[in-house]
């Protein structure tokens, strides 16, 4: 019996043409080989800095500190409080102000969860809380933005008011206009400038948020929810963040990144090592280490530097794991939700430079 000639498929156009990526990676395979004959050591030594980038922030910080059980106890309490009532209780309290300004007022929401609990727990909770209420994308955005004004955990807000103290500054009223005024003015700008879809939305047409779960599987279902997202979001958001920032040590110009990035928080009047601090590694870590160096930083640095240290940063936090958990819980994309939280450090850092050049004079 004879084959039945079956004509071959011709190759598609698209394939035999060179495509970009296939350029690139026909250069980076050249350059691996041309970099194992003139220096085989060069790639384990990217590795082992990058590994070494990685390690101090991924296991010291987040594994085997107190911040890593942190963010599961924060969730835990946001899921408590959510289940008391809370929720419902801040959208009472809101929708008077934000029906003034034709603002959908679940936009305070995870503002208020961030400063009780933690950035990315907020986002956790605070993402279908939005949905539910209708929110629309640019509402959404908004609500990100104004999250980032807030402190990412209740413990750099505690120990930021200890180096208030340290330093004998007056905390009332920084606190009032560098945490709990953000809450109210960044969702009327931003609304009247860069997101405008929004619009007034009555008590009546929002519904119940407090979920009717038994409060025993609250607790265990959010000590879970808490787990996974540290170590399927954060963990990995981190590691990511500081993956470049080893390749960049690697290739030399980290050091001129860090000296350019110290100068202009020095002109910003934030204080530039805790300030590098808060944008590299933890808020938490920063103002811990303000109240120990009291003998040895300018005075006039500390207020700027409260306000940078209270806020969504660090990097890792505003491009890795803010995107991630948003784009999971809302109806954002993480191009959208970055964009947003981009916006939000902006207004942060001219918040901070601000408060630190008019407001210092009056308290220290």
Known sequence: MEKENIPRPKPSLSRSSWQRWEIIGVLLVLGSLVLLLLAPNSLSQLFDTIIKEVKPVVVDIFLTSEIGIAIIVSVIVGRILERLGFTDGLIRIFVPIMKWFKINPSVVIPSVYNILGDINAAGKISGPILVKARATKA??????????????????????????????????????????????????????????DTKKVELTE????????????????????????????????????????????FIGVWSFIESTLSTSLTFLSIEPTTGIISVLAAPTLAV??????????????????????????????????????????????????????????????????????WLTPFLV
């Open 206 to 249: 929002l519904p119940r948020f407090t979920p009717n779960t038994r409060f025993l599987q609250t607790i265990f279902s959010s000590a879970k929810e808490g787990a996974e997202l540290l170590f399927l979001t954060i963990i990995p958001a981190v590691a990511a963040v500081f993956f470049f920032i080893g390749v960049f040590k």
């Open 139 to 196: 509402e959404q955005k908004i609500a990100v933005a104004t999250m980032i004004q807030s402190p990412q955990s209740f413990a750099t807000f505690v120990l930021g008011l200890i180096a208030l103290s340290v330093f004998n500054i007056n905390a009332f009223p920084l606190v009032i206009l560098s945490i709990f005024v953000p809450i109210v003015l960044v969702p009327l700008l931003l609304a009247k400038t860069i997101y405008r």
């Open 288 to 357: 811990a280490q303000l109240a120990e160096l009291a003998n040895s930083i300018d005075p006039r640095l500390i207020v700027g530097s409260f306000v940078l240290a209270n806020s969504g940063l660090p990097l890792s936090v505003i491009f890795g794991q803010v995107p991630v958990t948003w784009a999971e819980s809302s109806s954002l994309t993480e191009k959208e939700v970055l964009g947003a939280a981009v916006i939000g450090i902006i207004i942060r850092i001219l918040t901070a430079c601000a408060l630190g050049y």
